[in-house]
């Protein structure tokens, strides 16, 4: 699934053939694989970036049908700390479908949940801009 627009996906391959000339450009990550990569939103099982992760590279509507990559461990309403490799910001919710408490986390953000979000998000979706 492509997730930047094709003027975002043009302007990088610009700046990549001027900046990076001769340097393999990086490949594209993979959600849902258990390793964060650059351009995803992780949710973590533990505070502190700690334990299974949960990576994000597109808008999940419902956290109730995936588990931790790899594992058996449910995803939805247990995640405790965030790490935001994307250059969007994520928005993350307590209920399905975007809804409940919302929590903006900026591109870059690395943190624990405060109580309203510990072991309560249950959706995500990326936006260029804060809520
Ligand atoms: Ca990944
Ligand atoms: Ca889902």
Redesign the pocket.
Known sequence: MLKRGIAAAGAVAVATGIALAGVAAPAQ?????????NG?FGLYYHPDRAGYVF?L?VSDDDFSNDNFPNTSVHANDNTASYDNRDSYYWWVYTNAGWGGSVGCLDPGYTGNASATFRNKISSARFFSYSC
């Not at 990550?29 to 990569?37: D, I, M, Q, R, S």
């Open positions: 990550a993979t959600g849902k694989n258990g390793v964060l990569e995803e990576d590279f």
